[in-house]
């Protein structure tokens, strides 16, 4: 029986752009376009600054190109820097499954790097791209790592392994090892997205990028590591499983690809809170006023619940990292603001005395109807309860963005524009928009990131 690593690195191996179905590359494209955009929009964040900064420093080689500023930095860094923005916003996709979730077009930062550096085609590209879902999600499956005390990143990092090894041009044996590389060392803490979340909430998938795309480059240059990783007395499952699993069937033939079964963001906020937000705002002209609002009744996912209103600071969030994750703050803000947008995790907004009388109304209960439903739902059941006595409930069980309620191209496409004139100017958006789109058609995916550069 190969080992589990054997089994990944001759998938990443073998995945070949003929086999991918239109709809699967078409899907990719998507992903990566609403990607950059939330790269774009998250530039201006103190964590971005603060990775181009340290980026900044370094000059390489072999250098990539960080996304807005166009400096060029060794691969690992611009991996950093470039994936602390495309997360910052909490508005890149994810997804959701029975056992572990998260956002796998992190990996997108790892896959840009290593194009750029191997001056790769797109379609080379879209073929990494694919593999870090498919990597993420499948492993994501058979496993909830946050019980056990670890972060979803952790199997971030083995995504973008998967990429980076790929678009290095690593055989077999070579992937083996940044794989043994790129999981030993990277065991990630939960601790990130508990309680009075930090600046790191967003950055540490990106380090787990960076750290891939090192155990990569070390891996090319001959450099092995402690196997087998996963099944050995001190391996992964030992230390964090506690128990193995075997991985389930990759996409390809008639089995389909995981990237179908992700998510796009209608809200730069926690996925699990999408569906809630829907739904508030469907109540929202129905309540009239806030202050006619007596008690917001939230039936939905206890993972919802757990991780969107399961400790104190979820309900009093002092940091813009905790009220994005806060379900009673952001529905909230939506029944009071009509929308959520990023300028509502501000401190103007933190501190608004209505805003938080109004989260204190709140109530969040998990259903078991709504657990049956996971994971291809996230049901919200929401009643709202006006001063007067009356009632009025909406259900939202697939968000807009939601992989079974997609949005359209022309809706993706109005979401980068809006995030990438943080910025680019109309015609630079334009260009890198329509770029984008025939990113199978370009002979050097690092285009994209050049591309990037505020004029």
């Given at each position: ?46 964590p971005a600054r603060i990775a181009r900064e340290v980026a900044s420093t370094v000059r390489s080689s072999e250098p990539v190109t960080v996304i807005g500023s166009g400096e060029r930095t060794s691969p690992d ?372 990131v050049r591309l990037t550069k505020a004029g």
């Amino acid at each position: 029986m190969p080992t589990l690593v054997e089994q990944l690195s001759r998938y990443a191996a073998g995945l070949r752009y003929e086999e991918l179905p239109a709809a699967v590359v078409h899907q990719a494209k998507r992903l990566i376009i609403d990607s950059v955009g939330c790269a774009l929009g998250g530039y201006w964040s103190e964590p971005a600054r603060i990775a181009r900064e340290v980026a900044s420093t370094v000059r390489s080689s072999e250098p990539v190109t960080v996304i807005g500023s166009g400096e060029r930095t060794s691969p690992d860094l611009a991996t950093f820097a470039n994936g602390v923005m495309i997360r910052f916003l909490d508005f890149n996709d994810g997804y959701t499954s029975t056992g572990e979730s998260g956002h796998p077009s992190d990996s997108i930062a790892a896959v840009l790097a290593t194009a750029e550096l191997r001056r790769r085609s797109g379609r080379e590209a879209i073929v990494a791209t694919v593999l870090a879902y498919e990597v993420f999600c499948r492993i994501c499956d058979p496993v909830d790592l946050k019980p056990l005390g670890f972060d979803h990143v952790t199997v971030g990092a083995m995504a973008s392994t998967a990429a980076a090894a790929r678009l290095l041009g690593l055989e077999v044996r070579e992937i083996e090892e940044a794989f043994n590389l790129g999981i030993a060392p990277n065991v990630a803490l939960y601790q990130t997205r508990i309680g009075n979340v930090s600046m790191w909430k967003g950055c540490a998938y990106a380090n787990a990028s960076r750290n891939a795309v090192f155990a990569a480059m070390l891996a090319a240059r001959g450099m092995t590591g402690p196997a087998p990783i996963f099944e050995g007395v001190g391996g992964y499952f030992k230390a964090v499983t506690r128990e193995p699993f075997e991985l389930p069937v990759m996409g390809g033939g008639d089995h389909p690809y995981k990237i179908m079964e992700c998510s796009v963001k209608r809200f730069p906020l926690g996925q699990y809170s999408q569906t809630v937000v829907e739904a508030a705002l469907e109540l929202r002209e129905k309540a009239g006023s806030p202050d006619a609002i007596a008690e917001i009744r939230i039936e939905t996912v206890t993972t919802a619940v757990r991780l969107m209103a399961g400790d104190p600071d979820k309900w009093e969030p002092k940091t813009r990292e905790s009220a994005d994750h806060s379900m009673p703050y952001t529905v909230a803000v939506a029944l009071i603001h009509g929308t959520v947008e990023e300028k509502h995790f501000g401190e103007r907004y933190l501190r608004d005395p209505k805003i938080r009388a109004l989260a204190r109304r709140v109530k969040v209960e998990a259903t078991a109807e709504a657990d049956r439903r996971m994971p291809e739902a996230m049901l919200c059941r929401m009643t709202l309860v006006t001063t007067s006595g009356d009632t009025h409930t909406a259900v939202v069980e697939y968000h807009r963005g939601h992989w079974k309620n997609p949005m359209s191209d022309n809706q993706i496409e109005a979401k980068f524009t809006k995030l990438s004139h943080e910025v680019l100017n109309d015609s630079q958006s334009s260009r890198l928009l329509e770029t984008l789109w025939r990113l199978d058609d370009l002979s050097d995916a690092g285009e994209i990131v050049r591309l990037t550069k505020a004029g």
